[in-house]
C-alpha cells in the first residue's frame, strides 16, 4: 500500500487562541470549507463537531484537542476535483483555557505550525501570551489571524499594535479589512495588491476585485513595508529592490515561506469567522507559508543502548518512530493513543516497540479522526497524525519505535497542579469504579495527579484549576458512573529553606542479634534557578527542585550506602516539615560520615539520612511557598474602583490597566488562596458584566500571619 498524499502536500497545524477569541468557530469553518462536512456546527448552538464533549458543549469551551484530518485546494484553483491540487491537513483544535494548557502544550510538540487566532476587539489576551511562549519554546512557526472584525469596538490596528507590543516584533501585516465592526466586507491582499469579497450564504464564493479608492494609499504604504521586511531575508534581492527592481510574485512569496518557517516573520492575517469572511484566505496562507514535514529539521532523540544523540529525517524509507502525544477514552472503540509519526511507516497489525517502557505491543487498528467520525487505515506513513486503538501499556510522551533501531524521542515536560481536593466516594460499589475512573482520568491528563493523605488516608486529587478539577470530577459522574463527595479546594503550597545549615543525623540500633549503624553529615542550602550552561559534576544529581551532591573522600561512608542517603532526603522533603508539604529548592551535599564493618545497612542509612535531613532544615529556617497567579480582569469603567479594592483586599498587587474596545482590563498578581469561587463575587460586584482569567506564574514566600493559619489548620 502505497502513500495517498506525497509529504509536500501534508500540513500539520494546530489552531491556537485565548478562550473565546472564536478558536472553535475558526475550526469548523475550515472544516466547512474543506468538505469535511455539510452543515456548520455553532459553539453558542452546542452543535460543534470538534467539541464532542458533553462537557464542552455544555460550557461552549473546548476540553480536549481534536485531531482532525481534511482536504483543501487554494481558493482560486480553477478545478476544485483535481487531485492534484489536493493538500491533506492534519489539524490539531486545542482549548484555550488556562485550566488545559497541558493540551496546546503537548499539541506544540507534534505540530510543524500554528494558526494563531486573536480577537479583533481584545487584541493580545494572557492565554495568547502563555500559548505564544509555548510556541517559541517548541519553534514552532506561526500565522496571525484576526479574528471577530464584525464586532462592535473591533480595530485590526489596535490588535495588530498589540501583537507587535507584547507577543513580537517580527510580525507583518498581509492584509487589510475593508470596513470594520457591521461594515465590514471583506480583505485587502497586500502582496498581489487585490481586494477579496465573500458572498453566498456561508461566504464559499471568493470574488476578487479592485483595491477600493479610499484603500489605495493606505494599501500602497503597508505594501512596501511587506516587501521590505520580506527582502531582509536575502542580501541579492535587498540589493535589486533599493535599486528599484522589485522582485517577482514566485521569488517574493518563496522568500516569505522560508522566513516564516525560520520563524523570522509572523504575517497576520484578518476576518470573521462567524461571517464566513477570511477564513479561505488563512488556509491558502497554511498551504503557501506553513512547513511540510520535509521542511522541519530532522527530529532528534538519544540511542538508549549508547546514550549518544541520533536523528530521523521525515521520510518513509528511515526506522519507524513515532511520539506518543494523547490519550483520549473513546465511547465508541475504548482507549484510543494519538501519535505522530516522525519517520517510516507502520501497519496495523504490526507489533510497536516502546523505547520509553522497554515493552511491546501489538497495533490492532489505526484510525483517523475526521472530528467524531473514524477512519480506519491499514498503513501510516512518516508525516502523519493518527489514533491506535488498544494500547495498553503507552502512556502520553512516550516513544514509539522499530525494535531493531531504537531511539527515545524528548518527553513533553508538564507543569506541576496547584490546586487540589478530596475525594470520597459515596458508596461501597462506586470505590471500585472510582480507582478505575482516576486511572483512566490521569492517563488522558498528565496534570491531573491522584494521590493519598498519608495522615488521614484520604484521597487528593490535583490539578490546574478549579475549573479543570469540576470537568474531572463531572466526567467520573458521566463517563465511569462514579458517584462521589468533593471537599474544599485547596491550594497546592511547598515549603523550602532561606539559609545554609549543617546537621547530622546517627541511627543506632543495638538489639540481640546484628545491630543497625548510620552517620551521615549533611550541607543543606537554598537551591539556585538552573542554569542551563553550568556543566553539571559527576558527583551532582541536578532537577530543577532538588541537586544532591556527594563530597565523600576516601570512602568514609562506603559507595553502596550513597543511593540509600539520597533516597532517605527525598522521602523527608516529600514529607515536609513546617507543615508537612513537599518542600522545593534545597541543595543537599552529603560531606561526611562513618560506617560499621558489621551493623551498617542501607535501611540505617536512609534513617540517618532523614533524620540528618529535618535537623539541618529547622536551622535553616524553612517557609511555607504559595503559588501566586497572573490574573486578568475585564471590566466596564465603572466599576474599575471595587474591582481594584476587592484586588487589593486578597493580598492582590496591581500591575497595571489598559483600555480594551470600551472596557478596562486590569492586571494583577494574586494568591491562589485568595481567589477561590471568584467567578461568583465578581459577577455580583458588576451586574454580571466582568470576566476574568488567571493563569499559575511563580511560588512566593507566605507572610507570617497567614503561614501561622495554614500551619494551625493542618494540626
Same mark, same amino acid.
Given at each position: ?38 452543515? !456548520? ?304 511507516? !507502520? ?64 518527553? !513533553? ?303
Amino acid at each position: 500500500m502505497n502513500r495517498d498524499y506525497p509529504l509536500e502536500k501534508l500540513r500539520n497545524f494546530g489552531i491556537i487562541a485565548h478562550i473565546d477569541a472564536g478558536k472553535t468557530t475558526t475550526s469548523e469553518r475550515v472544516l466547512y470549507y474543506t468538505g469535511s462536512q455539510h452543515k !456548520i456546527g455553532e459553539v453558542h448552538e452546542g452543535e460543534t463537531t470538534t467539541d464532542w464533549m458533553e462537557q464542552e458543549r455544555e460550557r461552549g469551551i473546548t476540553i480536549t484537542a481534536a485531531a482532525i484530518t481534511c482536504f483543501w485546494t487554494r481558493t482560486n484553483e480553477p478545478d476544485k476535483k483535481d487531485l492534484a491540487k489536493k493538500y491533506r491537513f492534519n489539524i490539531i483544535d486545542t482549548p484555550g483555557h488556562i485550566d488545559f494548557t497541558v493540551e496546546v502544550k503537548r499539541s506544540m510538540r507534534v505540530l510543524d505550525g500554528a494558526v494563531v487566532v486573536f480577537d479583533g476587539v481584545a487584541g493580545v489576551e494572557p492565554q495568547s501570551e502563555t500559548n505564544w511562549r509555548y510556541a517559541d519554546e517548541a519553534n514552532v512557526p506561526r500565522i496571525c489571524f484576526i479574528n471577530k472584525m464584525d464586532r462592535m469596538g473591533a480595530s485590526f490596528e489596535k490588535s495588530y499594535a498589540s501583537i507587535l507590543d507584547r507577543l513580537t516584533k517580527k510580525a507583518v501585516r498581509m492584509q487589510l479589512p475593508i470596513g470594520a465592526e457591521e461594515n465590514f466586507e471583506g480583505v485587502v491582499d497586500l502582496l498581489s495588491m487585490k481586494a477579496y469579497r465573500f458572498e453566498g450564504a456561508m461566504g464559499e464564493t471568493v470574488v476578487e476585485g479592485e483595491v477600493p479608492e479610499g484603500l489605495k494609499e493606505e494599501a500602497a504604504k503597508y505594501r512596501a513595508e511587506l516587501i521590505e521586511k520580506i527582502v531582509e531575508h536575502d542580501d541579492d534581492m535587498m540589493t535589486s529592490y533599493l535599486d528599484g527592481k522589485e522582485p517577482s510574485m514566485p521569488d517574493l512569496k518563496a522568500l516569505l515561506r522560508k522566513a516564516i518557517i525560520a520563524n523570522q516573520i509572523f504575517p497576520v492575517y484578518t476576518g470573521s469567522a462567524l461571517k464566513n469572511k477570511g477564513v479561505q484566505l488563512v488556509l491558502d496562507a497554511v498551504v503557501d507559508y506553513l512547513p511540510s514535514p520535509l521542511d522541519m529539521p530532522p527530529i532528534k532523540g538519544i540511542d538508549p543502548k549508547t546514550g549518544k544523540e541520533i536523528e530521523r529525517h521525515a521520510s518513509d524509507e528511515e526506522p519507524f518512530t513515532a511520539l506518543a502525544f494523547k490519550l483520549q477514552s473513546d465511547p465508541f472503540v475504548g482507549q484510543l493513543t494519538f501519535f505522530r509519526v516522525y519517520s517510516g511507516t !507502520i501497519e496495523a497489525g504490526s507489533y510497536l516497540y516502546n523505547s520509553t517502557t522497554g515493552s511491546k505491543e501489538r497495533l490492532g487498528r489505526i484510525v483517523r479522526l475526521q472530528a467524531d467520525q473514524r477512519e480506519e487505515v491499514k498503513k501510516v506513513f512518516a508525516g502523519e497524525i493518527a489514533a491506535a486503538v488498544g494500547l495498553k501499556d503507552t502512556k502520553t510522551s512516550h516513544t514509539l519505535c522499530d525494535e531493531q533501531h531504537p531511539i527515545i524521542l524528548e518527553q !513533553i515536560k508538564f507543569p506541576e497542579p496547584v490546586i487540589s481536593l478530596r475525594i470520597e466516594p459515596k458508596t461501597k460499589a462506586d470505590q471500585e469504579k472510582m480507582g478505575m475512573a482516576m486511572k483512566k482520568l490521569a492517563d488522558e491528563d498528565p496534570t491531573f495527579k491522584v494521590s493519598t493523605d498519608t495522615e488521614t488516608m484520604e484521597t487528593l486529587i490535583s490539578g490546574m484549576g478549579e475549573l479543570h478539577l469540576e470537568i474531572l470530577v463531572d466526567r467520573m459522574k458521566r463517563e465511569f458512573g462514579v458517584e462521589a463527595n468533593v471537599g474544599k479546594p485547596q491550594v497546592a503550597y511547598r515549603e523550602t529553606i532561606t539559609q545554609q545549615a549543617e546537621a547530622e543525623g546517627k541511627y543506632i540500633k543495638q538489639t540481640g542479634g546484628r545491630g543497625q549503624y548510620g552517620h551521615v553529615r549533611l550541607r543543606l542550602k537554598p537551591l539556585e534557578p538552573i542554569n542551563p550552561d553550568k556543566k553539571i559534576a559527576k558527583n551532582v544529581t541536578r532537577e530543577e527542585h532538588f541537586e544532591f551532591i556527594n563530597s565523600i573522600k576516601g570512602g568514609v561512608v562506603p559507595a553502596e550506602f550513597i543511593a540509600p542517603v539520597e533516597k532517605g532526603v527525598r522521602e523527608a522533603m516529600e514529607r515536609g516539615f513546617v507543615a508537612g508539604f513537599k518542600m522545593v529548592d534545597i541543595s543537599c551535599e552529603l560531606y561526611d560520615g562513618s560506617y560499621h564493618d558489621v551493623d551498617s545497612s542501607e535501611i540505617a542509612f536512609k534513617i540517618a539520612a532523614s533524620m540528618g535531613f529535618q535537623e539541618a532544615v529547622r536551622q535553616a529556617k524553612p517557609v511555607l511557598l504559595e503559588p501566586i497567579m497572573r490574573v486578568e480582569v475585564v471590566v466596564p469603567e465603572k466599576f474599575m474602583g471595587d474591582i481594584t479594592g476587592s484586588l487589593n483586599s486578597k493580598r492582590g498587587h496591581i500591575e497595571g490597566t489598559e483600555e480594551r474596545g470600551l472596557a478596562r482590563a486590569i492586571k494583577a498578581k494574586v494568591p491562589l488562596s485568595e481567589m477561590f469561587g471568584y467567578t461568583t463575587a465578581l459577577r455580583s460586584m458588576t451586574e454580571g458584566r466582568a470576566s476574568f482569567s488567571m493563569e499559575f506564574d511563580h511560588y512566593e514566600v507566605v507572610p507570617p500571619n497567614v503561614a501561622a493559619t495554614i500551619i494551625a489548620g493542618r494540626k
